[in-house]
């Protein structure tokens, strides 16, 4: 694996200047970036979390925003350059990207005579940047309470402000509004699981009743089971969460209930690798999200890395490399052996991104609404 985790995708237009646009709803209030507080809630609210040891990097076209990229600061110096094509790698995927804002979240504070932290870090990007025609618009310096302009100096201290100012941005108060939130860290959480003993016998005798059916009739079946559950609005019962999770556990039937999250008639293989041109269903895939974790609830850790490997992989498609890979990792903790998390978090360590955040047309919109 390569030593930085990283979240990219891409966002519909968000203008910087005033603009109307069309909701369900009618007209929608405008939406304007103005302040630097408005730009650190823009970029917690596409993360869906505050980023810790971070570089935040927001492609732009005129004032249209396009793709939002949060990696890990590198942990070594001299790695400055290697780290800075890396990310312009990502951030070029963007082929209609003319400049970047950059944020960099640290606690590491800032040493009077020595510049800023990750000072050569920006430099390298800069340079690699210039390359591609790029520019750097603007960036912000990010601590543990306070913020200021990246190029203010060495302290920073004259210009700062609080971190807590963007709780009272317009922004931040627009998005809550329309039903965003931004979590503390991007640490995941799984929900508790009990009576593992009585779970277990109810996935092993779903398993059991498929191993005596015939391959196909296992995976038609298997296929109605979560088609089922997907098309509805409410949580299955756990005898149901029981199948769901048994049918889990045979790798061909697996593969197959995964590519059917997205709601798309292509190829299987398009599906997994997101190398379709059509766009996934986002919300029947975040819908399939929620219905894992219930299910892992129903579970015990000796049927739950399949779950946990699905809910990775969502998360993978959705951008968030690092929520994959936490994900990956609890399913090899409770099963060190599966193969199929093993190579997924390869993957995902890699820096490989899904093909469908590499056009806005298809990617993840990690906000509940069409930003005018």
């Known amino acids: 694996m ?7 995708y891409n966002q519909q237009p968000l203008k910087d200047s005033n603009r109307k646009g069309e909701g369900n709803h009618g007209i929608m209030e405008k939406l304007t970036i103005k302040t630097p507080s408005d730009v650190l809630s823009f970029i917690g609210h596409s993360l869906g979390f505050w980023p810790k040891e971070s570089l935040v990097c927001i492609t732009m076209h005129d004032n249209s925003i396009g793709a939002t990229l949060r990696i890990d600061l590198p942990r070594q110096p001299g790695h400055e350059l290697p780290y800075a094509r890396t990310v312009a790698r ?25 510049g800023k932290p990750h000072a050569a870090t920006i430099a390298a ?31 920073g201290t004259s210009l700062a402000l609080p971190v807590s100012s963007t709780e009272t941005s317009a922004i931040n108060a627009e998005f809550i509004y329309r039903g965003s939130f931004v979590e503390p860290t991007g640490h995941v959480t799984l929900p508790p699981a009990g009576q593992e003993a009585s779970k277990a ?43 769901l999770v048994a049918n889990l556990q045979f790798p061909a039937i697996r593969d197959r ?55 990775g992989y969502i998360n993978w498609w959705e951008g ?10 609890l399913a090899l903790d409770t099963d060190p052996a599966y193969r199929l ?32």
């Open 201 to 243: 016998a109810g996935v092993e005798r779903h398993m059991e009743a498929i191993r005596f059916q015939q391959s196909g009739t296992a995976l038609q079946q298997g296929r109605k089971l979560w088609g089922d559950m997907l098309a509805s609005t409410a949580f299955p019962s756990d005898d149901d969460c029981h199948a």
């Open 125 to 155: 990007l800069t340079g690699v940047l210039a390359e591609q025609g790029i520019t750097i618009r603007d960036g912000l310096f990010v601590g543990n309470t306070t913020f200021s302009p990246y190029d203010d100096g060495e302290s």
């Open 2 to 8: 390569v030593p930085y985790q990283n979240d990219a």
């Open 257 to 311: 209930l995964i590519a059917d999250i997205p709601g798309m008639d292509e190829p299987m293989q398009q599906i997994l690798f997101a190398q379709t041109t059509e766009a996934p269903k986002w919300s029947r895939v975040e819908w399939a999200q929620q219905l894992l974790l219930h299910a892992y609830t129903r579970t015990s850790p000796e049927h739950a890395a399949p779950v946990l490997t699905a809910i």
């Open 341 to 372: 998390a093993r190579l997924s978090d390869q993957m995902v360590g890699s820096g490989i991104v899904a093909g469908w955040n590499m056009n806005k047309n298809t990617a993840y919109k990690a906000l509940p609404f069409d930003i005018p």
């Open 90 to 114: 990502y951030l070029t995927s963007d082929t209609t990207a003319t400049s970047i804002l950059f944020a960099v979240y640290t606690s590491e504070p800032c040493q009077p005579g020595s």
């Open 320 to 329: 968030k490399g690092s929520k994959a890979h936490q994900f990956l990792q």
